[in-house]
C-alpha cells in the first residue's frame, strides 16, 4: 500500500529531498551512508521523485551532514547506551533506524504539522516517540522530563541558522539549566555566509530567511561558565572526492570555515540559575524544519 503525499505543503514536501537523496546514496556500493529505512520510504510514497532535481553538490552535502550528525550520535550512544536523545527539526530524518542500539530512548521533535505527516510514514515504536512543537516552546522539554536521569544528547540539524540568535540563546541556556550534562551537536553558519544565503534565498522567491550566524566556534562558552565546545568539523576538514570541483572551496576562507557541525556540553551536571524563559513567537515557523536547507547548498 502506497501512501499519498501530494496533500503536504510546498514546505513540507522539502522533506522528501534529503529522504530521496539518502535512499539513492543506500544504492551505491560506495555509498557515504547506508539508509535502508529511506529505501523502504520511497518505495511506499506514491510521488513523482523524478521532479527532484538533484544538483551533486548539494546533494553529496547533505549526505556528508547526515553523516557527521551520525557519527557524533554513535558516538555518544557508544559512551551512554541508555541515553536519550532528542532530534529537533526531524522532518523525515530516519536516523533512529540508522544509529539505534537496542537501549537508547529516542524523541523527534518538529512543528505540529510535520510530525502529522511523519506518523503515518515513521510512526512511533517503544523507545522512540514522535513531539509536536516548535523548537521554541520549552514544552517540549517537559516530555522528556521524566528521562532526566539519563545522559542527553540534543540534535539540531540545520535548524539553528533560521533562529533569531536571541532565540538560539535561550534555548541553550534553557537546556543547560534544566539538564546539565546535555551534549548539544548542531550546524552554524558565520554572519557573512549567513547574508549571503538569505540573499540566496530571498532572489529564488524563496519563503524562508536565515538570521543567526556564529562568529566563532568557542562563542557560545561565553554564554555561560558551564558551556564547553568538545569538537568541530568543516566540510573540507578531510579531501571528499565526491565533492568534484567544489573541493578548491577549501582554499576559500569565507567557505572553508564557514559552515562547521558543533558539539557541547551544557553546564557540568549540577543545577544551574534559571535562564530567560523563551517567548515562542508567530514568526517562528521555520525553527524547526532542518530539510530546508538543501536548497542553499545543504548549510
Known amino acids: 500500500m502506497t501512501i499519498p503525499v501530494q496533500h503536504l505543503s510546498s514546505v513540507e514536501q522539502t522533506a522528501l529531498f534529503p529522504l530521496y537523496y539518502r535512499a539513492l546514496e543506500s544504492q551505491r556500493p560506495d555509498g557515504l551512508l547506508q539508509d535502508r529505512k529511506a529505501v523502504e520510504l ?41 541515553g536519550v536523545v532528542v532530534s529537533v527539526g526531524c522532518g523525515l530524518d530516519t536516523r533512529f533506524d540508522r544509529v539505534d542500539n537496542g537501549r537508547v530512548e529516542w524523541y523527534d521533535l518538529d512543528l505540529p504539522e510535520l510530525i502529522a505527516a511523519r506518523r503515518p510514514l515513521i510512526p512511533e515504536t517503544p523507545r522512540s516517540h514522535l513531539l509536536g512543537y516548535s523548537v521554541l516552546d520549552p514544552v517540549w522539554m517537559d516530555g522528556i522530563g521524566k528521562r532526566a536521569g539519563r545522559s542527553l544528547l540534543v540534535i539540531a540539524e540545520a535548524v539553528f541558522p533560521f533562529l533569531r540568535g536571541e532565540d538560539v540563546k535561550r534555548m541553550v541556556l534553557t537546556l543547560t539549566q534544566r539538564f546539565p550534562g546535555t551534549e548539544l551537536v548542531f550546524d552554524a553558519m558565520s554572519p557573512l555566509l549567513v547574508k549571503i544565503q538569505h540573499l540566496v534565498f530571498w532572489r529564488s522567491g524563496m519563503e524562508v530567511r536565515l538570521q543567526w550566524g556564529l562568529s566563532h566556534s568557542r562563542e557560545l562558552e561565553a554564554w555561560h561558565p558551564g558551556i564547553q565546545l568538545l569538537s568541530e568539523w568543516n566540510y573540507f576538514e578531510q579531501p571528499e572526492p565526491r565533492l568534484g570541483s567544489a573541493r578548491l572551496l577549501r582554499y576559500v576562507p569565507i567557505f572553508s570555515k564557514g559552515t562547521q557541525i558543533l558539539l557541547y556540553r551544557l553546564g557540568n551536571g549540577a543545577r544551574e540559575e534559571e535562564p530567560p524563559t523563551i517567548q515562542v513567537k508567530p514568526t517562528s ?11 542553499a547548498w545543504a548549510l
Do not use: M, N
Open 42 to 82: 520511497i518505495e511506499r510514497i506514491d510521488y513523482d521523485f523524478a521532479r527532484l532535481k538533484l544538483q551533486s553538490f548539494v546533494r553529496v552535502a547533505v549526505l556528508l551532514r547526515a553523516r557527521q550528525f551520525d557519527i557524533r550520535t554513535r558516538d555518544f550512544l557508544t559512551r551512554h547506551p541508555d
Open 285 to 295: 515557523r521555520c525553527s524547526s524544519v532542518g530539510s530546508r536547507l538543501e536548497a
